[in-house]
């Protein structure tokens, strides 16, 4: 297959782009005026000279068929990545064959892809060999693996305590007691190296201030807090598929080995969310073979988006492996057999009724699961007093939306694009409602991110 | 987990109220006081906690609304639906911006692209009315035409976010279907039951299709209207008036209310045929004549002494504003609601030019000549329209003279759109850019290839003149969005940062080849953005 084929939209090329700041910029740069000599190759490499503010114009040039999305290259200083004269120029791209046409390789785009490709080649040769080869001295890592186990155990027995002080003085305290004392056992817990915990207990501090309801939301907080302290004391009884679950809920690393399952899988969603130090970025990917779902988890430090970008709407074909747990979803993506490209394939959806009962089964392979990857069919969004519902289109069944949901523009982006007629939504459906992701028109027509 | 003892019906709230209260004040009935009792508890709830989210169970659907009418215009082009994207991300407040760069201000363009849509007949993706409502809520310029674009279900979803309120006041009927003209029964009911914006909207439609069909309908309720309803209703028979309307508007000057009667009278003067014309072209011309005992003929002006009640009735006003004297305040509306066509025979039948090249004694001249021009702009009177305007190279058109740049807008637009453009590339040609901006905004857009040229011309002589740039942002910004597309080959040549001149502005050349180019790549996006819509 071509890369002229089939282009990008314009929505997928500005999902790559680090902020707003950089989407807006690009868009500017996405007409012909600046650019010249630009061109593209069945390979699938777009290049371009962009005229800038000096003398000599930015050489711009992007390997779209690389396995982990688009990588750039641009001899312009921003810092940002992409810079703004990439996705300007992946829009000209985007925009049609007019602007960007098919040509031979400029030399100078010609050596980085080449440079790229060799490395990548190395890289894998010797990701093989090294991994063979094992990691170090595996009776050391052994000891250190021990150590940490008792340094994890003897923090879960702190928090055991702390939460049985808690219940027998009351959650009625908790709310004059502040967030400063769940700070304080957070800190503990990340000294213990269960960051799992930690992250856990953090979130404790803000419920008591998050509105009606929150004793309900705090007890059962610490009821799974307690569960998951209460499954590591005694993981050795567990199966082996639940000690995993349990390991990783905690926090302990893990890396995804779990047999590769080689498909065809369609971008149902990315979305990041950030903190003060990390950007987090999800993609869900759906097999269109093997009918899994596969969640594809990759980081930013601070303030840079994630280098992985595979935009909504995309279809590549690739390897996918879980990491350990029963019903894990979490998956690292291996090796990849053709570029991402654009595609109409829709997943498959089911009910709110079946969604419901899928999020209650999938609780028996892990309970500290918020949410489930779903696909609803032909359901409608209908207001509900100051909330918002799915509902079936036939039936009289619904899933209320999650109070995040309610608060993004995505929502009025689904309910313009229903207008009151069932629609196919992807999200995440669970105890706190549904969260939709994304959306498909009855009709023909392209996949809406919504988040 | 072992240790639980099955917990009592509605466990759930007694873990809940056992909880805030704590083990230490009360225990869940069913688990052992004590110790262990705040463990119990956890162990409790984990189990009741799971339970309860494993067995969540959809909620009943509420009252779904009704769906929002189909769209039947075509569905836009892939590539003009990302665009659109495009322009509608490029928000004012997301950073950058300026008129500084060499990148096109893509929310300028938004306007256009809009119009074209419109005029394609094309429907709006319905995921993206949200980010264009959104828009359209920050400039109510914007407004009109990207209602018209959204189409009805942008007013379906207004009535479900407040956020978007403005589309249902923006839309006639307020977002409920105007019933069709043949649904006599329907517009009657509206008409006697409706909002007054609906009601406004009603006859604006009727209005539009049936012109006679509209006064009668107003003409049912007219006597019980409020006056300032009636003011609004009237100004709707703006739209296709015609000599069938005079019996109603004679009517209406005898109206309580002095501004209906005002209205009723500009109307009135607007049809040259009425009545009123004919009373005031007698009235006018009992105040002008032409004095052939001068050296040359020359016109007089006798003004009128008293404003009596006949000139009232026909909507001259008596009072002066202050600093103007009485009688030219008079003499000014008299001229000015006549029909043009009584002068050459008043005047020993000259055509209008000649007319308007005769000296007036006593410095009437430029009280007659503004009278003249409002009712050739009124009037829609191109012939006097033309000689009013004068030849586009005088001298005095580019400076004060008798007719103010204003009002040779106002003349302009008279005018057919490749006279307008003709004259105002004449003008341009000779008196420059520094006066011209007001008179581009009445021409056609694209530029007519004379004018275009006219205006790149000009800007040429201005670089080449060693003056920045920004001088002439306003003309810059003008021609970005009306230069024909066609035109950006002939820009090719001034896009290089030319060499600096002795007398040059330093940098001039550098920031004017940022402008030019600009410039191009606005016209290049522009044609394609066209071809995107479909425009060949």
């Given amino acids: 297959m071509t890369q002229q084929g089939v282009r990008w939209t314009a929505d997928q090329v500005l999902a790559l782009a680090p902020d707003s700041a950089s989407r807006k910029a690009g868009s500017k740069l996405g007409a012909a005026g600046p650019w010249s000599e630009a061109g593209s190759s069945d390979e699938g490499t777009v290049w371009g000279l962009c005229k800038g503010s000096g003398s000599k114009p930015y050489q711009t040039v992007i390997d779209i068929a690389d396995a982990a999305g688009p990588a750039y290259k641009c001899s312009c200083p921003s810092r940002k990545f992409p810079c703004k004269h990439a996705l300007g120029l992946l829009l000209l791209w985007a925009g049609g064959e007019g602007a960007v046409p098919p040509g031979p390789t400029p030399d100078w785009a010609e050596q980085w892809i080449e440079g790229r490709r060799q490395r990548a080649q190395e890289k894998r040769t010797a990701g093989a060999a090294g991994s063979a080869a094992g990691s170090g001295d595996p009776e050391a890592a052994r000891r250190r693996a021990e150590r940490r186990a008792v340094r994890i155990t003897a923090g879960a027995t702190e928090l055991e305590q702390r939460l049985a002080d808690l219940l027998r003085g009351g959650l009625a305290g908790a709310e004059q007691a502040g967030y400063g004392m769940w700070e304080e056992t957070a800190a503990r817990m990340v000294d213990a190296q269960a960051p799992g915990l930690a992250a856990r207990v953090r979130e404790l501090g803000v419920i008591p201030s998050s509105g009606p309801g929150w004793p309900v939301r705090l007890l059962e907080e610490c009821a799974l807090i307690h569960l998951l302290d209460q499954g590591w004391l005694r993981r050795e009884r567990l199966p082996d598929g639940l000690a995993s679950t349990v390991r990783s809920r905690i926090g302990l690393p893990a890396s995804a080995d779990g047999p590769a399952i080689r498909d065809r899988w369609l971008v149902l969603a990315q979305y990041d969310t950030a903190d003060a130090r990390l950007t987090t970025r999800r993609i869900w990917l759906h097999g269109t073979d093997s009918g899994r779902t596969a969640l594809l988890l990759s980081y930013g430090a601070a303030g840079r988006a994630p280098e992985l970008a595979l935009p909504v709407g995309l279809e590549l074909e690739a390897e996918v492996s879980a990491y350990p747990g029963t019903g894990q979803l979490r998956a690292a993506l291996g090796e990849q057999f053709a570029p991402p490209t654009p595609t109409a394939t829709r997943p498959p959806g089911v009910t709110t009724e079946q969604a419901a009962a899928r999020y209650g089964e999938a609780l028996r392979d892990d309970p500290w699961l918020d949410s489930v990857p779903v696909t609803l069919d032909r359901v409608i969004p209908v207001p509900d007093g100051d909330f918002w519902q799915l509902a079936d289109a036939e039936g009289d069944s619904a899933l209320p939306l999650s109070a995040s949901a309610r608060s993004r523009p995505g929502l009025w982006r689904l309910v313009a694009l229903s207008g009151g007629a069932p629609v196919k939504v992807f999200g995440e459906c669970g105890h706190r409602g549904f969260t939709p992701l994304t959306a498909w028109p009855e009709g023909a027509g392209e996949a809406v991110p919504l988040c | ?536």
């Fill in chain 2, 1 to 536: 987990m072992d240790k639980i003892s099955a917990p009592v019906p509605d466990a759930w709230e007694e873990l809940v109220t056992s909880a805030l209260l704590g083990t230490a004040r009360r225990t869940p009935p069913g688990l052992a006081p004590g110790a262990e009792a705040p463990v119990a508890l956890l162990d409790a709830a984990a189990v009741e906690t799971v339970r309860r989210r494993a067995g969540l169970r959809p909620t009943r659907a509420a009252q779904r609304p009704q769906p929002a009418p189909e769209d039947t215009r075509p569905p836009l082009p892939a590539a003009a639906a990302r665009r659109l994207a495009m322009l509608l991300a490029d928000r004012p407040g997301t950073g950058g911006g300026g008129r500084r760069g060499t990148a096109p201000d893509l929310m300028e363009l938004l306007p256009q692209w809009l119009a074209t849509a419109n005029a394609r007949g094309y429907a709006a993706p319905p995921q993206l009315l949200p980010v264009l409502l959104d828009a359209a809520r920050g400039r109510t310029d914007l407004r009109p035409a990207a209602l018209a674009f959204a189409g009805s279900r942008a007013t379906w979803l207004a009535r479900l976010n407040p956020d978007w309120r403005f589309a249902l006041r923006a839309t006639p009927g307020g977002g409920t279907a105007l019933p069709s003209p043949q649904d006599t029964e329907g517009v009657r009911r509206l008409w006697e039951e409706g909002l007054f914006a609906e009601r406004v909207a009603l006859l604006s439609a009727i209005r539009a299709g049936e012109p006679a069909a509209a006064r009668e309908l107003l003409a049912t309720t007219w006597a019980t209207e409020r006056a300032e309803d009636r003011l609004m209703f009237l100004d709707s028979l703006r739209t296709g008036l015609g000599a069938d309307d005079e019996p109603f508007l004679e009517q209406a000057l005898a109206d309580r209310s002095r501004n209906v009667r005002a209205t009723a009278a500009e109307l009135l003067s607007a049809l040259p045929g009425s009545a009123l014309a004919a009373r005031m072209a007698v009235r006018a011309g009992a105040c002008v004549a032409v004095d052939h005992t001068q050296d040359r003929p020359t016109i007089v002006v006798e003004a009128p002494h008293e404003c009596d009640s006949g000139m009232e009735r026909d909507g001259v006003v008596a009072k002066a504003p202050s600093g103007r004297g009485e009688r030219s305040w008079w003499f000014g509306q008299l001229v000015e609601a006549a029909p043009l066509g009584v002068w050459p025979g008043r005047l020993g039948g000259r055509t209008p030019e000649e007319i308007v090249a005769l000296p007036v004694a006593d410095d009437w001249r430029n009280e007659l000549h503004a009278a003249w021009c409002r009712a050739a702009v009124r009037q829609r009177d191109a012939g006097w329209a033309r000689a009013l305007l004068g030849t586009p190279a005088a001298p005095e058109a580019g400076g004060p003279g008798a007719v103010s740049l204003a009002e040779r807008a106002r003349l302009l637009s008279t005018l057919g759109s490749a006279e307008r453009a003709e004259w105002v590339a004449a003008f341009i040609a000779t008196h420059g850019l520094s006066e011209a901006f007001q008179l581009l905004g009445v021409c056609g857009v694209p530029w007519a290839a004379p004018l275009g040229r006219a205006v790149v011309d000009a800007l040429n002589i201005a670089r080449d003149a060693g003056s920045y740039p920004w001088s002439f942002s306003g003309v810059m910004g003008l021609a970005e969005r009306c230069l024909d597309p066609a035109e950006a080959g002939r820009l090719e040549g001034l896009m290089a940062v030319p060499d600096e001149g002795e007398d040059a502005s330093p940098g001039a050349g550098g920031y004017w080849a940022e402008a030019f180019q600009r410039l191009v790549t606005t016209l290049r996006l522009r044609a394609t953005m066209a071809q995107e819509l479909g425009v060949e």
